[in-house]
């Protein structure tokens, strides 16, 4: 579990094994919504296939090579139009992409703190274009494939979409055999004409302009002794999650999981920070806006479940943390069902758009990219719906993947994951205070359990 060192082998760039002629991919308006951030994910596997480690990096970098005709983007650049905004040039100038060795076995790594096993070490640092890879030999034969890419060009759906594709791709032949075909038609995106703001889309609340006068961001407060931002990965048991639901429930309505979780963990974080001289505490979660744009159209619906780009929303509240850490569960629950429902209609997502059409060029982002609460905060995002057990390049599923996602500032994030072992546990990957995890860990030890390979050992 202790420190190991990792050694480059080579770096090169994986371009699209077809030529295609230089174009601009506009970004859409949701795309503009978000900042220049860069998000990691990472998998393990064990080499049931007792495959070489050459072996195996040739067959990525070549399927690579095919999954980049299609999803072009991921080989592009971002640059900045005649308007100052950034947008995508699609030249094909390919994945910087990283082969390296690492003197650990794969059970010796700590999962358990990432920012010690996987910072700087299985995830690669994006220095040029889109996305970057990492492959990463161990010494028992197993490898780590670790992807960073800038969260402009893509969300967390459509990454997961593209690792899917290029795992088919390194099974079979042919482009035809995906499951999915990436979906780059602006236009679904297009804002109405006239661009209407309905007041139910609560868009003002949620996203700030940065004009030229507006001030920085303040600064954290100096008197909130909440320790440093670091990252860690639990694992959350079946029983331990129903039990949460069940006490999130009130009058015969049960949220969902995800809901009463994320109610939960604010009301957990607010205890934490009762003592430490915060006033506010805010809980935003990540919303994808594909199902509600479709509104039963089964056409556009096939076309936005392929859709590639950024289609979410960010829906919060604030709340004194003293309140909140007074209020039971199931109050907090519908809180957060309240705040989120907002942001989970048709109205919502277009009024968003349209709202973004009608002030640019000026940027704008959501207000937790730019404001800052005198207080913790976190974002959740739920990775439950991810295809980790597609994600086979032809060595065997992953026994492990997860996020890595230290994004700076002053805010947490959060996102869950469904445990590889499919048995309805969660796997949490949380980036928060320090403080407020040694709180989590020693008042709610049964609940967030340190992510071990003796938790996985039935995968290995």
């Keep these: 579990m202790g420190e190991f060192r990792v050694s480059v082998i080579e770096e090169e760039v994986v371009a699209a094994m077809l030529p295609m002629q230089d174009h601009w991919l506009p970004f859409s308006n949701l795309d503009l919504l978000l900042p220049p951030i860069d998000a990691s994910v990472f998998f393990c596997y064990n080499n049931t296939a007792m495959l070489s480690f050459g072996s195996m990096v040739e067959s990525l970098k070549n399927s690579l090579a095919k999954a980049l005709v299609l999803y072009y983007a991921f080989a592009g650049e971002v640059v900045q139009n005649s308007m100052g905004e950034p947008e995508l040039l699609c030249n094909n100038r390919g994945v910087d992409f990283v082969v390296a060795e690492a003197d650990v076995e794969l059970q010796s790594l700590n999962l358990y703190n990432p920012d010690e096993s996987v910072e700087g070490k299985l995830v690669p640092k994006k220095k040029r274009g889109v996305l970057a890879v990492q492959v990463t030999g161990l010494k028992c034969g197993g490898l780590v494939v670790g992807c960073t890419s800038d969260h402009r060009i893509a969300d967390a759906y459509s990454t997961n979409m593209f690792l899917v594709s290029w795992a088919q791709l390194a099974q079979s032949t042919g482009l035809t055999t995906l499951t999915h075909q990436p979906c780059f038609r602006r236009s679904l995106l297009s804002p109405r004409r006239p661009p209407t703001i309905h007041p139910s889309a609560s ?34 048991t079946v029983e331990e999650l129903n039990r949460i639901q069940a006490l999130a429930t009130s009058s015969g309505v049960k949220p969902t999981k995800l809901v009463s979780f994320s109610a939960f963990l604010w009301k957990l974080v607010a205890t934490a920070s009762v003592s430490s001289k915060t006033i506010i505490d805010g809980n935003l979660l990540v919303v994808d806006g594909r199902r509600r744009l479709s509104n039963g159209d089964k056409k556009k619906e096939a076309l936005m479940n392929c859709y590639f780009g950024n289609v979410v929303s960010i829906p919060f509240d604030g709340e004194p943390v003293e309140k909140l850490a007074e209020k039971t569960l199931s109050q907090v629950a519908e809180q957060v069902h309240e705040f989120l429902e907002v942001a989970t209609t048709e109205e919502h997502f277009l009024g968003l758009n349209d709202w973004v059409e009608i002030h640019r060029p000026v940027p704008a982002v959501t207000r937790i990219f730019r404001e800052t609460y005198d207080g913790p905060c976190f974002v959740v995002s739920s990775g439950r719906r991810f295809l980790e057990s597609k994600v086979d390049f032809g060595w065997g599923k992953p026994i492990f993947e997860s996020c890595h996602f230290p994004w700076g500032g002053g805010c947490g994030y959060v996102m869950p994951l469904p445990s590889p072992k499919g048995n309805g546990d969660w796997v949490l990957y949380l980036h928060l205070h320090k403080n407020h995890l040694e709180f989590m860990e020693s008042h709610y030890s049964h609940i967030f359990r340190p992510l071990s390979w003796d938790y996985l050992s039935n995968q290995i």
Excluded: K
């Excluded at 700030?208 to 639990?234: A, C, K, M, Q």
């Design 203 to 236: 868009i003002d609340r949620m996203y700030v302009l940065l004009t030229d006068h507006l001030p920085p961001p303040p600064e954290p407060n100096p008197s909130s002794d909440l320790g440093p931002i670091v990252s860690r990965i639990y694992f959350i």
